[in-house]
């Protein structure tokens, strides 16, 4: 089975950094995805990590540990514009499934 | 252009109806799905389907079918709606390979009642 685990909400101030926290649990492992999801709109993909370590992207960064189970995503330079879902996904060994942890409801304040 | 399209957008019916919806992805993947996205935003997968097989989340009801006419189609029958079924439905595509990632549809919001 699964089991992804993130905080359900954050509240953080513009211009500051956040830090995202996604633990796992699963059945074989090929791979983590942070997707963006504003409300009312589809998700939005925002990262990819398989190996350990940091994947920068603009202001947007993702860490992955396989041997912990955890990854982060962080946000620099926090805009307005930012407060949205983010759902940290973990793709299966088996039929290389997406399966997606709760999200974490990030509000962006002045 | 859309990558991935979905029709309708909104969908509103009574209970105990069937209904479609249908999605088409213009990106050439060869891979599609079917996630369902419920009140508490958990989005959860129902199908996945290329065309060699169709994976089904164990815990969807029968209910549920998908329907894929060709590759760039995967369309979700639903018979005898209940009110638990009321959600965002959402589409995706990807090209075969682990680090892909999933390209959605816009999603259709299914009201029942």
């Known amino acids: 089975g699964q089991n992804i685990d993130q905080p359900t909400e954050m509240t953080a101030t513009e211009g500051a950094i956040v830090q995202i926290n996604c633990t796992y649990q699963?059945?074989?492992?090929?791979?983590l995805f942070w997707y963006q999801q504003h409300a009312g709109e589809a998700p939005t993909f925002l990262s990819y990590?398989?190996?350990?370590g940091l994947e920068e992207k603009g202001r947007f960064s993702s860490f992955l540990s396989r041997s912990k189970g955890y990854s982060y995503l962080l946000l620099k330079e926090l805009q307005m514009k930012d407060s949205a879902s983010y759902l940290c996904?973990?793709?299966?060994?088996?039929?290389?499934?997406?399966?997606f942890g709760t999200g974490t409801r990030l509000t962006v304040i002045p | 252009d859309t990558a991935v399209s979905q029709t309708p957008k909104y969908l509103v019916t009574q209970m105990g109806n069937d209904k479609s919806i249908k999605c088409e992805q213009n990106?050439?993947?060869?891979?599609m799905y079917w996630y369902k996205q419920d009140s508490k935003k958990f989005l959860k997968i129902m199908f996945s389907?290329?065309?060699?097989?169709?994976?089904i989340n164990e815990t969807v009801p029968n209910r549920f079918s998908p329907k894929s006419p060709d590759k760039a189609h995967l369309n979700l029958h639903i018979n005898s709606l209940e009110l638990g079924d009321s959600a965002v439905y959402f589409c995706?595509?990807?090209?075969?390979?682990?680090?892909?990632?999933?390209?959605f549809g816009p999603g259709t919001r299914l009201t029942v009642l």
């Open positions: 990590n398989v190996l350990d």
């Open positions: 995706a595509s990807s090209q075969e390979g682990s680090g892909t990632a999933l390209s």
């Open positions: 996904a973990v793709r299966d060994g088996g039929a290389n499934n997406l399966f």
């Open positions: 990106l050439g993947h060869d891979t």
């Open positions: 389907y290329n065309n060699k097989e169709l994976i």
């Open positions: 699963t059945s074989g492992f090929n791979g």
